[in-house]
């Protein structure tokens, strides 16, 4: 859900609220942490002792460089040449810093081959979970915001998350072991570095909270705003938009997001930079304030000149971590807004069908709906009422009626895609739900009318219709001789090897009406299946093509139960029962001749079709 950006200010809580508000930056940190372990141990171990090591030997640096320093004074006061331990210590410098630059490398390999294997398996993880959701929560809009979002960055985010939170961690121990040195100088000091810090720390983390809520707040625009990305500059719509001209149209619009956004954003980054500014400043008085009591201090004679040295570094160095702090405390909050998206994503419930039934009580019953009712998720109206019928083996039925009046939704629910609000289907007996999801989809062939053009070769489109089959030479031929598309699949250079469709190199567009031969040879694929549905997948064929592709449907189903929708009377007609449906009810059945004899909804239909050829 869409958070209002009001609905969780800080402002707003107890101060116990207030607490947990900024440390909302670590919300997601242990589960990022959890998911790199998992994906490998190994590299893992390896970013966190260099992690560690890097954030130690900076301290260690300092510490030699003071040695360093009071060895050359000294020296210089003793006047008795190089003494060998100094030159030893600048040799521990430069290993400490080979030691620094080695953990640093090491950190930056783990990462890299860390980046590569967590995007793939978080991609994996979205689409296993993806296999086992419903198509209803695919048409949910909010649901495939989330699935989009979460697909985008499954690369990065993750990654990013850990190595920000491993960041935190080396700057912490870097700034607790520069305390510890800082210590021997004086606690006010430490003191000094920690509340010069605070300020900013505290404002960073309240203004990237501000800036996490007004992402999840504004997604819906940002989604439209893709949307409009896709539709102006992908091939499939490319074709309408050049022809309406409506590029300038949906450009403004893009235009017109952008503002709004840009104007939040402006806001926000204006807030956020001046505040950083004035704090920082803060961070600036005290350093120089120490500064000079450092000076102050060593003139005075009370440390030497190698301990000024040293707190001076450790000084300066402590405040580059606090700021390379609040920069990781910034972008942890991006990646927490894509965390909590990846998660809600994967902890959507599943609802698949849990039976178990491989075959029905009663075999040879056919199939039944009795008394179906059904209504889309999130909508008022039922798109399927009180609806029986019963389909006998070697029978077929004829769905007829105008557009929305249901034909579709009755097969989506036949198809076990939706359950039923209300009533019963039943195959052989059984009911849907108690059937096993696999053995009820081998009884069932479909092909919709807004079939898949998989960006495949022609067999493999084919294939498609049974995975089982799915690289069967023979059986794509003998499925593309009964959807009658073997004639021009053999015309095609390459034939069943073919590449279709424009994304891939050679790839050729078929025709509306060659792709939907693919498609009903693709449904012959399952040739176990003994219910077969073929909903419009004909339409943009000629009359005489889709005539002849149904009496050959037809012939080849005859002990096969049948479904075919159609808006052509020519074909209807071949049914043995012809169901009228209107508003999600059946309102006539029959066969041709009494639907007429009836002289109701079909036969007024069947006129006006029949006026329209004379
Ligand atoms: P037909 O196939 O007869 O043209 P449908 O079965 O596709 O009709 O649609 C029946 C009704 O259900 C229509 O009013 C349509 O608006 C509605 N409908 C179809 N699909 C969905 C969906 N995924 N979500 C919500 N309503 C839908």
Redesign the pocket.
């Known amino acids: 859900m869409a958070a209002s950006p009001h609905s969780t200010t800080a402002s707003s809580g107890t101060s116990n609220q207030g607490w947990r508000e900024y440390l909302g930056v670590f919300r997601y940190s242990r589960r990022a942490i959890e998911l790199v372990w998992q994906t490998s141990r190994l590299l893992t171990v390896v970013l966190a002792t260099g992690t560690l090591i890097a954030g130690l030997l900076p301290a260690a640096a300092a510490w030699v460089g003071q040695l360093i320093v009071d060895g050359v004074v000294a020296a210089i006061d003793a006047n008795a040449g190089i003494p060998a331990d100094l030159l030893w210590l600048v040799a521990l410098e430069g290993g400490i810093m080979m030691g620094i630059a080695g953990a640093q490398r090491a950190i930056q390999i783990a990462q890299s081959l860390l980046r590569a294997q967590l995007g793939q398996r978080v991609n994996v993880m979205i689409l296993e979970k993806a296999q086992s959701l419903e198509l209803a929560d695919f048409?949910d809009s909010e649901f495939y915001d989330k699935l989009t979002r979460a697909r985008r960055e499954a690369s990065s985010r993750p990654l990013s998350l850990v190595n920000r939170t491993f960041g935190l961690i080396q700057n912490g121990i870097s700034l607790a072991s520069f305390a510890g040195l800082l210590l021997g100088f004086s606690p006010w000091a430490v003191a000094i570095l920690v509340a010069a810090g605070l300020p900013q720390f505290f404002s960073e983390a309240k203004f990237s909270g501000d800036a996490f809520r007004l992402f999840r707040w504004r997604s819906p625009d940002t989604r439209r705003q893709m949307y409009l990305e896709t539709v102006l500059a992908r091939e499939d719509s490319a074709k309408e938009v050049k022809l309406f001209e409506l590029g300038p149209l949906f450009l403004q619009r893009y235009r017109d997001i952008f503002k709004r956004l840009y104007r939040e954003d402006r806001r926000l980054t204006l807030r956020r930079d001046l505040w950083g500014f004035g704090l920082g400043l803060i961070a600036t008085l005290a350093f120089y304030g120490t500064y000079a009591w450092i000076v102050v201090t060593t003139v005075a004679g009370q440390i030497t000149l190698g301990q000024m040295t040293m707190y001076l570094s450790v000084f300066r160095q402590g405040q580059s971590a606090v700021s390379a702090s609040l920069t990781a405390i910034s972008g942890m909050y991006e990646d927490n807004l894509y965390l909590s998206n990846l998660y809600e994503y994967l902890e959507q419930p599943i609802t698949v069908g849990s039976g178990e039934a491989t075959a029905g009580a009663d075999p040879g019953d056919g199939l039944r709906f009795e008394s179906v009712s059904f209504r889309?998720p999130?909508?008022e109206?039922d798109?399927l009422s009180d609806v029986s019928l019963h389909l006998t083996p070697s029978r077929s039925i004829a769905l007829v009626?105008s557009?929305?009046?249901?034909?579709?939704?009755?097969i989506k629910l036949l198809a076990g895609l939706y359950a039923p609000s209300s009533g019963r289907i039943l195959l052989d007996g059984t009911d849907l739900r108690d059937w096993d999801s696999s053995a009820l989809r081998e009884r069932i062939g479909i092909i919709f009318q807004d079939f898949m053009r998989y960006q495949l070769p022609v067999g493999e489109n084919i294939g498609a219709g049974d995975v089982a089959h799915f690289s069967d030479e023979e059986r794509w031929q003998r499925a593309a001789r009964k959807g009658l598309a073997e004639t021009f699949i053999e015309d095609i250079p390459g034939g069943y090897h073919a590449q279709l469709g424009r994304w891939f190199r050679d790839g050729r567009e078929l025709s509306g009406g060659q792709w939907q031969k693919i498609a009903v040879a693709r449904a012959f694929m399952r040739e176990g299946a003994d219910v077969l549905v073929l909903?419009e997948p004909t339409a943009a064929m000629d009359a005489a093509a889709e005539a002849e592709i149904f009496e050959h449907f037809r012939a080849l189903t005859e002990d096969r139960m049948a479904i075919l929708?159609s808006h052509r009377f020519s074909t209807v007609r071949m049914a043995d029962e012809i169901i009228v449906?209107d508003g999600?009810r059946i309102i006539e059945r029959g066969n041709h001749d009494s639907l007429l004899a009836e002289n109701g909804h079909y036969a007024r239909l069947f006129r006006l079709q029949a006026a329209g050829y004379q």
């Open positions: 048409e889309y999130g909508s109206l798109a009626g557009n929305g009046s249901g034909k579709t939704t009755l909903d929708i449906m999600g």
